[in-house]
């Protein structure tokens, strides 16, 4: 059975060429790179390392599942690149900030750094040896923002969309506070997008936010039976989430990438979910204003 792994995205591939552009130094270096692994044919050299990298970033953006020979078999492009980005830059000071850059990336991807144990002069440390699936297959975190992306915009929400962009950008910067602050206004935006496309006349005298999650809990698209909705302090999930997400303030303070790579994980399985819910209430919708002999 083979295994389908997450996709590695622009924003990896480009860091780990930019690393790669970093630390070699030379023409020859690079071209020997590029021959060792078989890009001659589609990275022709442009006389500059920073031109060369240009070429190669193209041809692995454009196609990162380009199978490559290496000593451990055949390996995508994108693959290949990021091992080879972090073998080098691993303990050169020069790199440290793209190296944190790349790790974001790869986070949101679906991977995290791969680290190993050695012997040290007084105990043992950690190593940088690579990158590996963060988690299991099933939970599927990539694919689930991609699609909460499609059903974004095959409904048009895209003062919501434009939250969930910027979360990610965010962390991609490592402005975590910033992203954390963008979920919680990205998971309003939805849900009054939401209440606007389903309950129009009744959406359209109440504010945003909470007023417009009580509409849908009156309307039954949250329960409150299921504790999915419910006023007040009571411990019902999405005024918890919400709550979660803005615990001090309005900027409260995410102590590092994990904290803000889970509160962005945790809102976009949450958007799935309720884009599903409208996708499914959409549909019913229709069903019930078709006539009989169309239904």
Known sequence: MTTKLPVLRNGSIVTACDIIELIIRTNAELESLILEYGFAEAVQPSGSIAKTVLNLKRF????????VMTDRGERP?????????????????????????????????????????????????????????SMPEFVALPESS???????????????????????????QGDWEASNSQCRTFLEALTDAIADNLFANESTGRRSGLEKRQLLAEKGFLSRDKHEFGDGNGQTFLPGLAKFLHPDGAHPGISNQHDALFRLQVVVVTARWLLKRHEVALSNRTLRTLPESMS
């Open 60 to 67: 692995a953006v454009q196609n990162p599942n380009h199978l």
């Open 146 to 172: 991609s699609e909460v992306e499609r059903l974004l915009d095959e409904n048009s929400f895209e003062v919501a969309r434009r939250h969930l962009n910027s979360a990610r950008e965010n962390i991609t």
């Open 77 to 133: 492009i994108a693959a290949v690149l990021i091992d080879k980005a972090i073998q080098i830059a691993r303990g050169d000071r020069r790199a440290e900030s793209l190296l944190d850059k790349l790790e974001r990336h790869l986070n949101l991807d679906g991977y995290a750094f791969a680290y190993e144990v050695v012997d040290g002069l007084l105990e043992p440390s950690h190593e940088l040896v690579g990158f590996t699936i």
